[in-house]
């Protein structure tokens, strides 16, 4: 019954990230309909994560803190991958359908057994011979074993799970998982970490149990000096409550009072399937975040897609804290100096990786502009039929590859594949105004065989729009990052391979 519901959930919510229509008749792609227009398209649709805005001065409702704290086929031949290891510890299990079954139990299956031995048959009771129940029997004891011999890899299960491998539920840590684990605390516990070498081990993927150091390092966050890191960290964290104190009370303020409406309105949007940021706590530490950034940056300020960006440095640093269920855990039940480390560290983080793409955020976002363009130009050369195919139903990149730039594919992806992603790009220099540029193209390219299989404009962007990556994990963003390595190394120095 239960399984039934959760079918009948996703045939009906198309609007749920992951489901695209694929229950269009088959006889429609006998002819091809006349593609509509952006603008008709635009109006019979909303984006897939979007929320009614009927209610916004409903959410303009002030908030009363609790309690605010105090102070994503070559000829040529590609060099390998930094260490070209795949992260196994942190690799998420690959799953089927979202409807998949658990494996019965032999109870089970012996018990279903013995209830089908006997039925009725225009109404008369009709028991079944000894040897055909035996048989029955033999059959499910057999199909057992088959399954018992097969490895049972953990089910992601169908709202977007953080945790990532080494959480509950997951395989024991092998031998190689444990020295790689060993192999980061030793670059960490040096006088002055190596961050080259911590780079070259970071790239496929960071260990969960020192993810956060590892991110604050590369972030360029945290010192390499050992001695320093605490002295830093404790003067840092002082500054950003500093900036409350000295800012958050002017968000009523006419000349902020439009920036905090909008973040305001845009925080419940954050995540929605998860419960964790649907927390009061956690939506009162996002606005502080989001509204202290937005006015320390004046020549961008607050733009919609930065608050997505909060929530992986938010979850990594959290996780120190709590080893199980992150997306459901209850911020608010931790001491209050935890509960400010992990705000400030937050910011700080978040602000580092926008000192580097803040081109994406300023007025008319010409770094978005640009990353679309050169888009459109790799993928003219990468798969020309997919931008032809483009071209035929007047489909434009700014229609899609915007969200992908403006949001990191954060909208395209579950959150434990972003946090895995990032691991990657805090190892590559330039990760996220650069080699961003890549992944995305290897994303698109990843859906070839479902853009090629769509007929009308519609049905193209909705496929673009929804992408079905719920099921995701480690081990697809890995080979997604692979082939955007591939496609870097061949087209990032070669500028003729960008023009005709």
């Known amino acids: 019954m239960a399984t039934d519901n959760i079918i009948h959930f996703w045939r009906k919510n198309a609007k749920v ?8 008749p088959k006889g429609n792609n006998l002819k091809s309909k006349k593609a509509s227009s952006f603008h008709e398209f635009a109006r019979s649709t909303n984006d897939a994560w979007d929320i009614n805005d009927e209610d916004d001065e409903d959410l303009l409702a002030p908030i009363h803190p609790s309690s605010l704290p105090s102070t994503l086929h070559s000829v040529h031949q590609v060099p390998p991958l930094p260490l070209q290891q ?7 299990p690959d799953t089927g359908p979202a409807d998949r079954l658990a494996p019965p139990t032999a109870e089970g299956c012996l018990q279903q057994e013995e209830d089908a031995d006997c039925g009725q048959i225009n109404g008369r009771v009709v028991v079944k011979s000894s040897s055909e129940a035996l048989l029955n029997t033999n059959s499910v004891r057999s199909t057992l074993q088959k399954q018992q011999s097969l490895p049972v890899r953990p089910i992601i299960p169908l709202v977007a799970r953080i945790s990532d491998q080494n959480s509950s539920g997951a395989p024991i ?3 190689r998982d444990k020295s790689r684990l060993d192999k980061f605390k030793y670059l960490l516990s040096c006088p002055n970490t190596d961050l080259e070498e911590l780079r070259k081990h970071s790239w496929s993927g960071i260990p969960r149990e020192v993810r956060p150091i590892t991110w604050r390092l590369l972030s360029g966050y945290l010192p390499a000096n050992m001695e320093r890191r605490d002295l830093v960290l404790k003067r840092k964290r002082d500054e950003y409550f500093g900036f409350i104190e000295q800012y958050y009370h002017s968000r009523t303020d006419e000349t902020y009072k439009d920036t905090y409406r909008q973040i305001h309105i845009d ?21 502080r975040i989001l509204f202290i950034w937005a006015i320390r940056h004046p020549a961008s300020g607050y733009v919609q897609g930065i608050n997505d960006l909060v929530t992986p440095f938010f979850v990594v640093f959290l996780s120190e804290f709590v080893v199980e269920d992150v997306e459901n855990f209850d911020v608010a039940s931790l001491p209050l100096d935890t509960q400010r480390n992990i705000e400030a560290d937050s910011f700080w983080c978040m602000t580092k990786l926008l000192d580097g793409i803040q081109d994406n955020y300023t007025f008319a976002q010409p770094g978005i502009q640009n990353n679309v363009k050169a888009l459109e130009e790799l993928v003219s050369r990468i798969d020309e039929d997919i931008h032809n195919y483009f071209k035929r139903y007047e489909v434009e990149y700014l229609q899609f590859a915007f969200r992908w730039m403006n949001n990191l594919l954060m909208r395209e992806l579950p959150l434990r594949c972003t946090i895995r992603l990032w691991d990657t790009y805090q190892a590559e220099q330039e990760g996220f105004s650069h080699f961003h540029l890549y992944v995305c193209a290897a994303f698109l390219i990843e859906w070839r065989k479902e853009i090629l299989s769509m007929v009308d404009f519609q049905g193209l962007l909705m496929l673009l729009q929804n992408l079905p990556t719920i099921h995701w994990g480690n081990e697809e963003v890995g080979l997604l990052l692979a082939e955007a390595y591939r496609l870097k190394y061949m087209f990032a120095d070669a500028p003729n391979h960008y023009r005709r």
Request: charged share 25%; no cysteine.
């Open 173 to 175: 840590m092998t031998v």
């Open 17 to 24: 990230p992951g489901r695209f229509p694929k229950d269009t």
């Open 267 to 287: 925080i419940p949007r954050t995540n929605p399937l998860i419960p964790l940021f649907q927390q009061p706590t956690v939506q009162e530490v996002f606005e």
């Open 86 to 92: 795949p992260s196994d510890t942190t690799r998420e």
